[in-house]
């Protein structure tokens, strides 16, 4: 059984390589090997592993093997993920040697479509568990087998997709398992000025990044009674130019003017590690975005949240914006200092109870780690039996680490 990690970024990696470590820790009958396609991606494999990968997991790392392949992708990596796109032609015979290949992403689909590999069953981890419309379109009605957070993602599967309910399995939220300390994620001087964590999406059609985040980066250089982490979505200013494929979007995120890196109140990362960890998300008094995902984990302890519709959408009743519901919506900056009064004021009596029916929707949390089910779903599809869960409160505990009952 295949586990890959085909990306840019490192972001993907926390959503399924703990169900690789739960197998190869409980399912002796599997080899559980774990392909990565670049150095940042093994990296944060091995980090992750805990001392597994290598020993209980097999590691390999894939390459582009074709002279014509490195060719296209030295031309074309500025602007298109080329590397990512050409690695599966370039090995066949890896992908031809499993039976399952579980993954994070829709990619891969494309060795059934394109390469004919029709005997390899496909498992889905999906990564996240946001509401934009991509994640529910008909390509995900292509997998053999989806794991799923909770109910809101299968309903919507099987609602907008057409996808057999007996393909999907409800597991939880292995990235969960993985929550860090609270105590060890302060990337900001701890003074009593409350933090907001502003997390713009990628997507040009959908981001407030380009219409209006260097606004909310003004906002807060002139008001540093507040401290700003700015960690936008990993793959902002990964390339020079942004592509998006759901709607065909070219747009450049810019650069970071020194008046936003020499400003004291003001914390940027636009990519490193702690971007994927949870770190901010659970550093932050208030969470300012659009439409990344990320708000969801943010709500495992229920804050103040805001967002910014700067493409002035229709959204009240469009699924796609559900979680637009945690917090007051604005479409001018200049609402921003009122906005994130009103959700502090109104938290308790008003965003809260919605946030925490937004998260129940959201992820089926219980107290086997969610890692546990997760596997025992894939072990159940290949045919494979799985022993009874141990007596555990590990999820519990990694609630516990975060202050929510």
């Not at 190869?24 to 091995?46: G, H, S, Y």
């Not at 699924?319 to 009103?342: C, K, Q, Y």
Request: net charge neutral.
């Amino acid at each position: 059984m295949g586990f890959l990690f085909n990306h840019d970024q490192v972001h993907q990696v926390a959503h399924s390589l703990p169900i690789a470590l739960a197998l190869a820790r409980r399912a002796r009958d599997f080899e559980v090997v774990v392909a990565t396609t670049n150095r940042r991606l093994t990296a944060e494999v091995i980090r992750l592993g805990g001392g597994m990968v290598g020993h209980e997991v097999r590691l390999i790392e894939l390459a582009l093997t074709k002279s014509t392949s490195r060719l296209v992708a030295a031309t074309a990596e500025a602007v298109l993920p080329a590397t990512k796109l050409l690695v599966y032609g370039d090995n066949l015979d890896f992908f031809r040697s499993l039976d399952i290949l579980v993954v994070a992403e829709k990619t891969s689909l494309v060795l059934k479509t394109r390469y004919g590999l029709r005997d390899l069953k496909i498992v889905h981890t999906r990564h996240g568990a946001g509401d934009r419309a991509i994640g529910f379109d008909k390509a995900s009605a292509g997998f053999d087998h989806v794991l799923v957070s909770g109910r809101k993602i299968r309903d919507r599967l099987v609602r907008e997709t057409g996808i057999d309910p007996d393909k999907i399995s409800v597991v939880g939220y292995p990235k969960f398992d993985l929550t860090p300390a609270r105590s060890t994620t302060h990337p900001l001087l701890d003074d009593g000025r409350p933090v907001v964590l502003y997390n713009p999406h990628v997507s040009p059609h959908l981001s407030s990044w380009y219409k209006a985040g260097r606004q909310v980066l003004d906002w807060f250089v002139e008001h540093d009674d507040h401290h700003l982490i700015f960690a936008p979505h990993v793959m902002l200013f990964e390339r020079p130019f942004v592509a998006t494929i759901d709607k065909l979007r070219l747009d450049r995120a810019g650069r970071i003017e020194e008046r936003y890196l020499r400003a004291p109140n003001i914390h940027i990362d636009l990519g490193s590690r702690a971007s994927t960890t949870m770190a901010y998300t659970q550093r932050a008094d208030l969470y300012l975005g659009d439409v990344s995902s990320q708000v969801y984990e943010f709500l495992l302890r229920p804050r103040p949240c805001v967002f910014l519709n700067s493409h002035r959408f229709v959204w009240g009743d469009d699924p796609n914006f559900d979680h637009w519901r945690a917090g007051p919506v604005i479409e001018d900056v200049t609402d921003l200092g009122a906005a994130m009064s009103r959700s502090r004021q109104q938290h308790e009596s008003l965003w809260r109870p919605v946030q925490e029916a937004l998260f129940s929707q959201s992820f089926d949390l219980t107290e086997e780690p969610s890692a546990e089910r997760a596997a025992r779903a894939v072990a159940l599809f290949a045919g494979q039996a799985w022993p009874d869960p141990p007596r555990t409160d590990l999820a519990a505990a990694a609630l516990a680490r975060t202050g929510t009952s």
